[in-house]
């Protein structure tokens, strides 16, 4: 029911755009993100660009079907987060993942979070923090990228299913011992295919099948809990900041739109 629903928001947003557009094009002259903001928060004020959150992108991106980004919360910013919600607003599903935070994400240093998306076409990307106390910030950069939704991985698509699952979960410690801040990283085998990507075999669209959740836990305390789109590039890969504690394991659980569970540890010495 989930898929569903963010399918049909992606599919909501097209259709408004092709009204406002001709032919149904898609360009940046198409002001999305408001019907985007209201669809998500509502009338909630956003501040926008005021150095709570920071958005890092390409300047050029060299495949847009795997395209690193990274938030940065900056040391300043004190107290728990709450949530992270990232967008991409000319996606097919403008809704990358959700992100929300636990007890074990940790307060204080520098905080992050990096994975890697599929492009469409050029668009915004947007990075949208909350803070413990309910405020809203955004961080928004350009992408000049465009063709990652519909791109292959592998010329095979079952070579994208070898090994599917496997899971690498690790933990870094931070250089300063002072730090209450350490690193993780999962990794996982998974096609993560969006529907649109054809099977160059059959000539046929390949299902959607991708990693819709994910539960990160430091020594039994919630990390976070990623909610994410296929707009998750394929081979999932993402690298957060937890705050550091007595033993430093993560236990990673991870499960996709056909039911799959698929799970991961990390030792506390960082590997």
Same mark, same amino acid.
């Given at each position: /029911?989930?898929?569903?629903?963010?399918?049909?928001?992606?599919?909501?947003?097209?259709?408004?755009? &092709?009204?406002? &557009?001709?032919?149904?094009?898609?360009?940046?002259?198409?002001?999305?993100?408001?019907?985007?903001?209201?669809?998500?928060?509502?009338?909630?004020?956003?501040?926008?660009? *005021?150095?709570?959150?920071?958005?890092?992108?390409?300047?050029?991106?060299? *495949?847009?079907?795997?395209?690193?980004?990274?938030?940065?919360?900056?040391?300043?910013?004190?107290?728990?987060?709450? &949530?992270?919600?990232?967008?991409?607003?000319? =996606?097919?599903?403008?809704?990358?993942?959700?992100?929300?935070?636990?007890?074990?994400?940790?307060?204080?240093?520098?905080?992050?979070?990096?994975?890697?998306?599929?492009?469409?076409?050029?668009?915004?990307?947007?990075?949208?923090?909350?803070?413990?106390?309910?405020?809203?910030?955004? $961080?928004?950069?350009?992408?000049? $990228?465009?063709?990652?939704?519909?791109? /292959?991985? $592998?010329?095979?698509?079952?070579?994208?299913?070898?090994?599917?699952?496997?899971?690498?979960?690790?933990?870094?410690?931070?250089?300063?011992? &002072?730090?209450?801040?350490?690193?993780?990283?999962? /990794?996982?085998?998974?096609?993560?295919? =969006?529907?649109?990507?054809?099977?160059?075999?059959?000539?046929?669209?390949?299902?959607?099948?991708?990693?819709?959740? /994910?539960?990160?836990?430091?020594?039994?305390?919630?990390?976070?809990?990623?909610?994410?789109?296929?707009?998750?590039?394929?081979?999932?890969?993402?690298?957060?900041?937890?705050?550091?504690?007595?033993?430093?394991?993560?236990?990673?659980?991870?499960?996709?739109?056909?039911?799959?569970?698929?799970?991961?540890?990390?030792?506390?010495?960082?590997?």
């Amino acid at each position: /029911m989930r898929t569903n629903r963010l399918i049909g928001f992606g599919v909501l947003v097209l259709c408004v755009i &092709s009204l406002m &557009s001709p032919a149904g094009a898609q360009d940046d002259r198409v002001e999305i993100w408001p019907i985007l903001k209201e669809q998500a928060f509502g009338d909630r004020p956003i501040a926008e660009d *005021d150095g709570m959150v920071v958005l890092e992108v390409p300047q050029k991106v060299e *495949d847009a079907a795997i395209v690193p980004l990274t938030v940065r919360v900056p040391p300043s910013v004190k107290g728990k987060l709450k &949530s992270l919600a990232l967008f991409i607003d000319n =996606n097919p599903d403008p809704k990358v993942a959700t992100i929300t935070y636990g007890p074990a994400a940790g307060t204080g240093g520098e905080r992050s979070f990096s994975t890697r998306v599929r492009v469409d076409n050029f668009s915004h990307a947007r990075a949208i923090l909350e803070l413990d106390d309910g405020s809203l910030h955004m $961080a928004t950069r350009f992408l000049a $990228a465009a063709g990652g939704c519909a791109a /292959m991985q $592998a010329k095979d698509p079952e070579a994208d299913t070898v090994g599917m699952g496997k899971t690498i979960v690790r933990t870094f410690p931070s250089a300063v011992n &002072s730090t209450p801040i350490w690193a993780g990283q999962v /990794m996982i085998k998974h096609p993560n295919h =969006n529907g649109m990507q054809l099977d160059i075999n059959t000539a046929k669209f390949i299902p959607a099948h991708y990693v819709k959740e /994910m539960t990160v836990k430091r020594d039994g305390e919630l990390v976070l809990k990623l909610d994410a789109t296929f707009s998750i590039s394929t081979n999932p890969n993402f690298r957060f900041t937890f705050g550091r504690g007595d033993e430093n394991h993560l236990d990673v659980v991870i499960v996709d739109t056909e039911g799959a569970v698929f799970d991961g540890r990390s030792h506390g010495s960082g590997s």
